[in-house]
């Protein structure tokens, strides 16, 4: 199993860097692969922040790169509903995590906003 960082993945989604696009779409599309939450949420943090590239456009992309048979994350399901709120409420990705989690897990928060989404599950 291989863990990959941001820059892997960010090269492989925007293919800006045809040398590094190519080495990286080798690896994430031949080898076992695990991406880390923390890698995902700063990828998140990278193509919305850096690039301007839409929550929709973010969420469709990685979801599509994380659901490859040789990919593994912490839990797939979990993403998955990662993404739909990251979508569809006002919170970044990594308060969309905790959401998500919260349907398995007790979330403490003070954060008005999470507390409304978790309420909401």
């Given at each position: 199993?291989?863990?990959?960082?941001?820059?892997?993945?960010?090269?492989?989604?925007?293919?800006?860097?045809?040398?590094?696009?190519?080495?990286?779409?080798?690896?994430?599309?031949?080898?076992?692969?695990?991406?880390?939450?923390?890698?995902?949420?700063?990828?998140?943090y990278v193509l919305?922040?850096?690039?301007k590239i839409s929550?929709?456009?973010?969420?469709?992309?990685?979801?599509?790169?994380?659901?490859?048979?040789?990919?593994?994350?912490?839990?797939?399901?979990?993403?998955?509903q990662t993404f739909?709120?990251?979508?569809?409420?006002?919170?970044?990705?990594?308060?969309?995590?905790?959401?998500?989690?919260?349907?398995?897990?007790?979330?403490?928060?003070?954060?008005?906003?999470?507390?409304?989404?978790?309420?909401?599950?």
């Open positions: 199993m291989t863990r990959v960082d941001t820059n892997y993945i960010v090269r492989y989604l925007l293919n800006d860097d045809k040398k590094m696009a190519n080495i990286a779409e080798n690896l994430l599309t031949s080898k076992d692969v695990y991406i880390a939450n923390e890698v995902i949420a700063e990828v998140v919305h922040g850096v690039y929550k929709i456009d973010i969420s469709n992309r990685l979801l599509q790169l994380v659901c490859f048979d040789n990919i593994s994350v912490s839990n797939l399901q979990i993403i998955k739909k709120i990251y979508q569809t409420e006002n919170l970044d990705f990594v308060d969309s995590l905790l959401c998500a989690y919260s349907t398995i897990d007790d979330i403490a928060t003070f954060d008005k906003k999470l507390n409304k989404c978790i309420q909401g599950r």
